[in-house]
């Protein structure tokens, strides 16, 4: 007889309502309160800081203020998101005992695989791109993450229905020069919506179900809709009363000083690239940096590959993360190299060394 496993739907709700139903819902799973779980979720206009994330070093505040969206603070780490209502959110809160290691490289081809397979069944070719996407030719659709807490796992994916690039760019702290119609056309072409790829949005109850199906047969059990718990309804007001306020979105305070925008250009025989990175000086490490230039590479998404692998990376690694990330992928650079491109990442992390 297949296990049962519950499904919820959250609906559309605040920011701070949908981080204390993570708290609450990952609390109760460890504790053994509550059954495996797949939640459905959707956010009011938010941009959601990684836990151990500083608004002020992460996020263009004057334009959240200016557009109403509300900063908010997840419990789990990782790099500052836009959420609002044009995305789907689904989660799975999962014990070690339903899953057949403990692996999280493993466990993430398991369940994107799974969510791949619900999106295809809509109509578009979505396949899992290790780490823990879903894209559609190339183009993301899907981005996702995963964090234990004791035995309890809570594995989150967002789902691209009409998502606004320009709108995402602009929250984020990032180059002015990625704002520009080119870089945000740019943007475009890297992402993909089930809005444009299906010609219209899709009803999300349909996408509800088929996910639905997707993950019940990759973990071989059933759905059964259902509830919050007493347990879980205390947890969650508990957890709302501590997130809901200014105190837990200021918990992480940092001044920009401390993660400055560092640039450097080379020109190199094969072509000018240039490179902008926000540095955590403290911990010594790139959380996040943005290439332009004029070269020429092949296949065109390597770049953007680079920038993920080294976002919230280890300084002191670069030139072996550098380099192991050429060495497993096929492409054409027409004379430039993996060290051209740590040298001018170097160049610019110098900068913070010449202002101290």
Not at 6 to 27: H, W, Y
Not at 71 to 95: C, M, S
Not at 100 to 114: E, F, H, N
Request: charged fraction near 25%; charge should be negative; proline fraction near 3%.
């Amino acid at each position: 007889m297949n296990k049962t496993w519950r499904i919820l739907d959250t609906g559309l709700r605040r920011a701070a309502e949908n981080i204390a139903l993570n708290r609450a819902l990952l609390e109760a799973r460890q504790a053994g309160e509550a059954p495996s779980t797949l939640r459905f979720l959707r956010f009011m206009p938010s941009a959601l800081l990684g836990f151990h994330q500083s608004a002020e070093q992460e996020l263009n505040l004057d334009y959240c203020h200016a557009q109403g969206i509300t900063i908010q603070r997840r419990i789990t780490g990782g790099g500052a998101i836009f959420f609002d209502e044009t995305q789907l959110g689904w989660e799975l809160y999962l014990h070690r005992s339903d899953l057949a290691c403990a692996d999280m490289q493993a466990i993430s081809q398991r369940i994107c695989t799974a969510a791949a397979r619900g999106i295809q069944a809509l109509g578009v070719d979505a396949q899992y791109r290790p780490r823990n996407d879903i894209e559609v030719d190339g183009r993301k659709i899907s981005g996702s993450g995963g964090a234990f807490d004791g035995d309890a796992l809570l594995f989150q994916g967002t789902l691209l229905i009409q998502f606004d690039v320009e709108k995402m760019l602009r929250v984020l702290r990032i180059p002015a020069e990625k704002l520009s119609d080119k870089a945000i056309a740019s943007a475009r072409e890297r992402v993909a919506n089930l809005a444009d790829l299906l010609g219209a949005a899709p009803d999300l109850a349909e996408v509800q179900v088929q996910l639905q199906a997707a993950f019940a047969a990759a973990f071989n059990i059933e759905f059964a809709a259902g509830d919050l718990s007493e347990q879980e309804q205390a947890r969650f007001e508990t957890a709302l009363a501590e997130i809901d306020s200014a105190d837990w979105v200021n918990l992480m305070q940092r001044p920009r000083a401390d993660k400055p925008l560092l640039e450097a250009a080379i020109k190199f025989p094969a072509g000018l690239v240039q490179v902008r990175v926000h540095y955590d000086a403290v911990r010594a490490r790139i959380q996040q940096l943005w290439f332009s230039g004029d070269y020429f590479i092949s296949p065109r998404r390597t770049i953007a590959d680079l920038e993920a692998c080294l976002r919230d990376s280890d300084a002191r690694r670069l030139r072996q993360n550098v380099a192991t990330f050429f060495a497993e992928r096929n492409v054409d650079m027409l004379g430039l190299c993996a060290e051209n491109f740590s040298a001018v990442i170097e160049a610019a992390l110098a900068q913070q060394v010449t202002a101290s």
